[in-house]
């Protein structure tokens, strides 16, 4: 038989029930929210990316030191908005990790880095595209970049419909990749072949499974 007792019992046991299960959320967001902060920054990212080949030329770029002094940091453009987004991107890029620790090719290694950069850009540039390039956004509206000459206003007006950003702004702040259409992977392990002194075809032999 309930007795007014018992049901005050439940929710009062419910009720607490809920109280710590709402400090837990709260304390997991919280956690979630610090973690995806630190897991955006310039510093978190570079414990494997390759200075040269990643943070040099954005250091050089635009993007770091513009003249009104906003800086995009890697997780501006790289990481979506919003903690539960944040939160999935992080997870996602914990297949960065698991290359970084099983992949038969040595991201350390300048020259293997080198060679594989391509398919990372491509890869990055399929990101970007796959959100309709939305981090760019954060910063920049499209009605609102005007250039200095007129032509750049109509372009992004006319031409941008339905386009990404990525698809006509590439190679904004690493080293240049060029894209997926012009890219040619011979030219492109003769080039790594000059920069590190390698015999000719080194560069095929080492990307070879
Ligand atoms: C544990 C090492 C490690 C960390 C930390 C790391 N990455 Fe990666 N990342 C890799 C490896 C390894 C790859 C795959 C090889 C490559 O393409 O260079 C990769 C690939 C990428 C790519 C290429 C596209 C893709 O999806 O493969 C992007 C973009 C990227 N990482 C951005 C970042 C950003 C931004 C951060 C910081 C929020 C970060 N990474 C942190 C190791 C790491
Ligand atoms: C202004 C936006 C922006 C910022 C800031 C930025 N990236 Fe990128 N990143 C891109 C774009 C766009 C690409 C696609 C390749 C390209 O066209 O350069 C890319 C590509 C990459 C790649 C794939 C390999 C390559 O070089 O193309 C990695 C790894 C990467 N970014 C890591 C980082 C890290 C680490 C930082 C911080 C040091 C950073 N990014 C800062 C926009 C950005
Ligand atoms: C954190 C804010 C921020 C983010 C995110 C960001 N930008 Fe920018 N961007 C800037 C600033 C600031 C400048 C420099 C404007 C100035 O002061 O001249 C700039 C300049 C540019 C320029 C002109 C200069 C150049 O280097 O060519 C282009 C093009 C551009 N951004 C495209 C992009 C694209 C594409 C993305 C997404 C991949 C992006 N931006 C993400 C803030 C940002
Ligand atoms: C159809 C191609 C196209 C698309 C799509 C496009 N842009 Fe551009 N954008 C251009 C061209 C071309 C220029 C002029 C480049 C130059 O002068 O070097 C330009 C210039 C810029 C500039 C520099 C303006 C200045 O002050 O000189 C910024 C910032 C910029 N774009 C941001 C973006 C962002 C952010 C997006 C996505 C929301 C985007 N663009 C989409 C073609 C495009």
């Given at each position: 038989m309930s007795s007014p007792f018992n049901i005050l019992f439940i929710t009062r046991n419910v009720l607490i029930a809920l109280v710590i299960g709402g400090f837990g959320g709260m304390g997991f967001i919280l956690f979630l929210i610090e973690f995806d902060h630190h897991t955006s920054s310039e510093e978190f990212c570079t414990t494997c990316h390759s200075m040269e080949l990643v943070a040099l030329p954005y250091r050089q770029s635009s993007h770091y030191n513009p003249e009104s002094g906003v800086r995009a940091s890697c997780g501006d453009c790289h990481v979506s908005e919003g903690v539960l987004m944040a939160t999935w991107d992080h997870t996602m890029g914990s297949k960065d990790l698991f290359k970084q620790l099983f992949?038969?090719?040595?991201?350390?290694d300048p020259v293997e880095n080198l060679l594989h950069l391509p398919q990372a850009a491509f890869a990055a540039r399929e990101w970007f595209r796959a959100r309709q390039?939305?981090?760019?956004?954060r910063c920049h509206t499209l009605e609102a970049?005007?250039?200095?000459?007129p032509a750049i206003a109509q372009i992004h007006r006319?031409?941008?419909?339905?386009?990404?950003?990525v698809d006509c702004h590439i190679n904004l702040v690493h080293r240049p990749v060029p894209s997926r259409k012009t890219f040619n992977q011979e030219r492109w392990n003769r080039m790594v072949e000059e920069e590190f002194n390698l015999a000719t075809g080194e560069a095929a032999k080492r990307l070879a499974p």
């Amino acid at each position: 038989m309930s007795s007014p007792f018992n049901i005050l019992f439940i929710t009062r046991n419910v009720l607490i029930a809920l109280v710590i299960g709402g400090f837990g959320g709260m304390g997991f967001i919280l956690f979630l929210i610090e973690f995806d902060h630190h897991t955006s920054s310039e510093e978190f990212c570079t414990t494997c990316h390759s200075m040269e080949l990643v943070a040099l030329p954005y250091r050089q770029s635009s993007h770091y030191n513009p003249e009104s002094g906003v800086r995009a940091s890697c997780g501006d453009c790289h990481v979506s908005e919003g903690v539960l987004m944040a939160t999935w991107d992080h997870t996602m890029g914990s297949k960065d990790l698991f290359k970084q620790l099983f992949s038969s090719v040595d991201y350390d290694d300048p020259v293997e880095n080198l060679l594989h950069l391509p398919q990372a850009a491509f890869a990055a540039r399929e990101w970007f595209r796959a959100r309709q390039s939305s981090t760019c956004s954060r910063c920049h509206t499209l009605e609102a970049i005007m250039g200095d000459r007129p032509a750049i206003a109509q372009i992004h007006r006319e031409e941008s419909g339905g386009k990404s950003c990525v698809d006509c702004h590439i190679n904004l702040v690493h080293r240049p990749v060029p894209s997926r259409k012009t890219f040619n992977q011979e030219r492109w392990n003769r080039m790594v072949e000059e920069e590190f002194n390698l015999a000719t075809g080194e560069a095929a032999k080492r990307l070879a499974p």
